[in-house]
């Protein structure tokens, strides 16, 4: 389907840095998710959103889903090499499923 | 969360060959999807398999270039038919439970 608008599309940062990623949609949903994909893995389901303005948090994960319902951001803080991967949001209404592009996160060591 | 398996989880195939996937969810889903995901890119969704009815396939997709079957509440196949070069890609099956939607560990296909 269509996809959300999901940004920054790359980020290079040194361990130990926070990061922020966010997607905007011109659609409102439901639920919002955050997933993290591995190298040759399937994406898995990092955090889910089921209330505008619910901020929930997963170990160093936070996310929040936006009052607007149209957007949705992930921060990750403290990051280590493990965080290294692609991080994908969806946005969910009814029987409607649509993903960002992704943010392809690498950690310097 | 579902367990979610998926056979192969990689292959080498040659031109003008069919693949079958299976995909098996450890829970009944009902609604399963199927995507498939370029090296780096993000997820394209081929088509929705319904439980004793045809699949819903996205522009783009056909019945004839990729079946599929989807005989209980637990499990579900795809099939690349007739593969070319353009078809190697991961694909992955994805059921959904409610409004939270998981993602098997992918077959990595590779048409030669």
């Known amino acids: 389907g269509q996809q959300l608008n999901q940004s920054p599309q790359s980020m290079f940062i040194q361990e130990g840095e926070d990061v922020s990623m966010n997607c905007t949609s011109s659609s409102i949903f439901n639920t919002w998710l955050w997933y993290k994909q591995d190298p040759g893995e399937g994406p898995v389901l990092l955090i889910a959103l089921y209330k505008a303005g619910e901020l929930t948090s997963n170990g160093r994960l936070t996310a929040q889903f936006g009052i607007t319902r149209k957007d949705s951001f992930l921060n990750i803080s403290a990051s280590i090499p493990s965080d290294v991967g692609i991080y994908f949001c969806a946005g969910h209404n009814n029987n409607d499923m649509r993903f960002g592009a992704g943010t392809r996160l690498t950690v310097k060591p | 969360s579902a367990v979610i398996s998926q056979k192969p989880s990689r292959d080498i195939c040659q031109r003008g060959t069919s693949l079958t996937i299976q995909c098996q969810v450890d829970s009944q889903v009902t609604m399963m999807f199927w995507y498939r995901q370029q090296p780096g890119q993000s997820l394209t969704l081929i088509a929705t398999?319904?439980?004793?009815?045809?699949?819903?396939?996205e522009s783009g997709f056909v019945i004839d270039k990729f079946p599929i079957s989807r005989p209980n509440l637990t499990f579900s196949t795809l099939t690349v038919s007739n593969m070319s070069p353009e078809d190697s890609s991961i694909y992955l099956c994805s059921p959904r439970s409610y409004n939270e939607q998981f993602f098997g560990p992918g077959t990595r296909l590779t048409v030669l």
């Open positions: 398999a319904n439980q004793g009815s045809e699949a819903t396939y």
